[in-house]
C-alpha cells in the first residue's frame, strides 16, 4: 500500500527564517512525488515535481529514496507562503495515476 | 488559459436526494481524477477517467456514487440517495501524460 506520511500539523516561522515541510512516503517501486499548496479561499495548485527538479517561488524539494523523504525547502520565509502544504504521490510509469496525498502542513510565516 | 471548472461551487440538498456535480477539464487533457476533501478524512481519491474509460473506480466509497465522461472532456459525477457522511468539498482534477494534475475550485456539497 502507498502511503504519505507529513508529521507536522501546524509549521510557525518568524519572515526571513528557513522552512523544511517535512513528507515521508512508503511505496514499493519507483513513485512520483509532488508537493500542492493551498492559499486561503483559493484552489490547490502544483507548486514542484520530483522529475522537474525545479524552484517555484524559491522552494525546492529533493527526493531522498534511502530515506523515502521529499521534503519542502525555502532558505528564507515570506508572510506569502502562508498556506496549507500537501505532499502526494503517484506510482510512477507503471503503477497507480492517483495521487494518495498527505494530511498536509499549515504554515503560517508570521510578520 | 482556462483551468478546469467546477459546478456548482455549493450545493446543499436533503438527505436521501440525488446530486450531480459536473467537471470541464483543461482542453486537450487526456486524464480527469476525482477526489473529495473533508475534515476527517483529507483528501481522498475517488475515480480516474482515461478517454471516456475508467480504469481506475478503487476510490469510490458506494455504490451510490457513480461517475461518467463523455467526449474525452467533461465529466459527471452522481451521488445517490445522498447521506450525511457525504457532505464533503468534491474536487476534479485533469493532466496530459504525467506532467501533474490541476484542480478545480471544488463544489461544496451539504447533506442536511
Known amino acids: 500500500a502507498q502511503r504519505v506520511t507529513q508529521p507536522e500539523k501546524l509549521l510557525s516561522v518568524f519572515k526571513g527564517a528557513p522552512v523544511e515541510l517535512k513528507c515521508n512516503y512508503s511505496?514499493?517501486?519507483?513513485?512520483?512525488l509532488f508537493w500542492y499548496v493551498q492559499y486561503s479561499r483559493q484552489r490547490l495548485q502544483l507548486l514542484l515535481r520530483?522529475?522537474s527538479r525545479e524552484s517555484i517561488k524559491g522552494f525546492t524539494a529533493d527526493l531522498n529514496k534511502g530515506e523515502t523523504s521529499f521534503h519542502l525547502k525555502k532558505p528564507f520565509a515570506q508572510e506569502e507562503d502562508s498556506a496549507m502544504y500537501y505532499c502526494?504521490?503517484?506510482?510512477?510509469?507503471?503503477?497507480?495515476?492517483?495521487?494518495?496525498f498527505g494530511s498536509g502542513t499549515r504554515l503560517q510565516v508570521q510578520p | 488559459g482556462a483551468g478546469v471548472s467546477q459546478s456548482p461551487s455549493n450545493k446543499v440538498t436533503e438527505k436521501g436526494k440525488d446530486v450531480e456535480l459536473r467537471c470541464d477539464p483543461i482542453?486537450?487533457?487526456?486524464?480527469l481524477y476525482w477526489y473529495r476533501q473533508s475534515l476527517g478524512q483529507g483528501l481522498e481519491f475517488l475515480i480516474y477517467?482515461?478517454?471516456?474509460?475508467?480504469?481506475?473506480k478503487s476510490g469510490l466509497p458506494s455504490d451510490r456514487f457513480s461517475a461518467e465522461r463523455t467526449g474525452g472532456s467533461v465529466s459527471t459525477l452522481t451521488i445517490q440517495r445522498t447521506q450525511q457522511e457525504d457532505s464533503a468539498v468534491y474536487l476534479c482534477?485533469?493532466?496530459?501524460?504525467?506532467?501533474?494534475?490541476?484542480f478545480g475550485p471544488g463544489t461544496r456539497l451539504l447533506v442536511l
Open positions: 482534477a485533469s493532466s496530459f501524460e504525467r506532467l501533474g494534475q490541476y
Open positions: 511505496y514499493s517501486g519507483s513513485p512520483e
Open positions: 520530483h522529475i
Open positions: 502526494a504521490l503517484s506510482g510512477g510509469d507503471t503503477g497507480r495515476r492517483a495521487l494518495t
Open positions: 482542453s486537450g487533457h487526456t486524464a
Open positions: 477517467f482515461q478517454g471516456n474509460s475508467a480504469p481506475d
